[in-house]
């Protein structure tokens, strides 16, 4: 369905007969839609309301511009709107990657209207790329590590080609094969071509980077996605101090390249690795430590590990993924 709302015109997937119950709203990551939880949606227990958004410059949503000076808040303040123009609260918020960030920025905002979190390999409550230690450290003012001068051209280049090859190591579907999973799953064409409706552009992916003084010598701009999560416009320390807090349950893979305290896709790990060269030495962004720190601070949180897996939990182990999310939507 199409929703609109004074921001924009959002499409909303849902399953046909579920339209009572309590309201369970996903929220995909970066480069996908809300496709990618067609299969968890249909799968969730007939007492629920499954519905999925396309974020704005996803899917079929409209392309409104990303101004990542607001870090995620553009993504979640379209939720939000959503939800009210809905009529959703209080609602189940569940999160993948990029995703998880928005839907921790919704609690953070406008915790009275969430009931439960659910967070799949979130990116770190202090962004992706440019801090260092458990307590989310800023490695340069500018956020130099961080932002759109991450991302490979060549990716972007078949991604706005519409590239549903393999030959090439930075096609989607070769990304989607190393880095969105850890072993092979069904239906892989589908979720290649849902990554396919990413918008690509200065205002959306992977958004404008500018030049740093600072090693790696990119910092983020201010438009676009990957900029939106830069810890220079993206940050959570204060999620703790939010009441009412609804429980938390975070599920990750185990074997995950991209969400990692050794992550493949930031810069500084990479340096490391000797794979981005000169290097100063900058250590690697610990994500999930950093993720787990907030969480212990926050109070009422479960995590969940699933072993033989890698960034997409719902895709790769749907079975267990759907069990450990009935059951924590039941006791909240």
């Known amino acids: 369905m199409k929703v609109t709302t004074p921001r924009l015109t959002q499409n909303v997937l849902t399953v046909e007969g579920r339209d009572g119950g309590e309201p369970v709203l996903f929220v995909h990551g970066n480069v996908s839609s809300a496709a990618f939880w067609r299969d968890t949606m249909a799968a969730l227990p007939g007492r629920y309301r499954p519905l999925a958004v396309d974020l704005r410059g996803f899917g079929d949503t409209e392309p409104a511009p990303v101004d990542a000076t607001r ?3 553009d993504y979640s303040d379209d939720v939000l709107e959503l939800v009210e123009a809905m009529g959703l609260a209080p609602v189940h918020l569940v999160g993948w990657s990029m995703g998880g960030g928005v839907v921790m920025q919704a609690l953070r905002d406008r915790p009275g209207v969430v009931r439960s979190v659910t967070l799949v390999n979130p990116v770190s409550p202090y962004g992706f790329g440019g801090t260092e230690g458990v307590d989310g450290r800023i490695t340069h003012p500018d956020g130099a590590g961080a932002g759109a001068g991450g991302a490979n051209p060549d990716f972007v280049a078949r ?3 519409g ?4 030959e090439s190591p930075t096609s989607p579907r070769s990304v989607f094969r190393s880095s969105y999973v850890k072993h092979p799953v069904p239906d892989e064409d589908f979720y290649v071509r849902a990554m396919l409706t990413t918008r690509v552009g200065e205002a959306h992916y992977p958004g404008d980077a500018v030049p740093s003084d600072a090693w790696p010598n990119v910092a983020p701009g201010k438009t676009g996605v990957l900029n939106t999560m830069s810890p220079t416009y993206f940050r959570l320390d204060d ?3 939010i009441d009412p807090k609804p429980p938390v349950l975070w599920i990750r893979g185990a074997d995950d390249v991209i969400v990692s305290d050794t992550s493949l896709f930031d810069l500084a790990h990479l340096g490391a690795l000797g794979v981005v060269p000169g290097s100063p030495g900058t250590p690697a ?3 999930v430590t950093q993720t787990r720190a907030v969480l212990e601070r926050y109070g009422p949180y479960r995590e969940a590990v699933i072993a033989e897996c890698g960034h997409s939990p719902h895709l790769e182990h749907p ?9 924590h939507l039941g006791e909240a």
């Open 163 to 166: 590239d549903l090859s393999e």
């Open 285 to 287: 962004q610990p994500m």
């Open 319 to 327: 079975d267990e993924f759907g069990r450990l999310l009935a059951a």
């Open 159 to 161: 991604l706005q080609a």
């Open 71 to 73: 870090g995620l808040r």
């Open 239 to 241: 999620l703790p101090e």
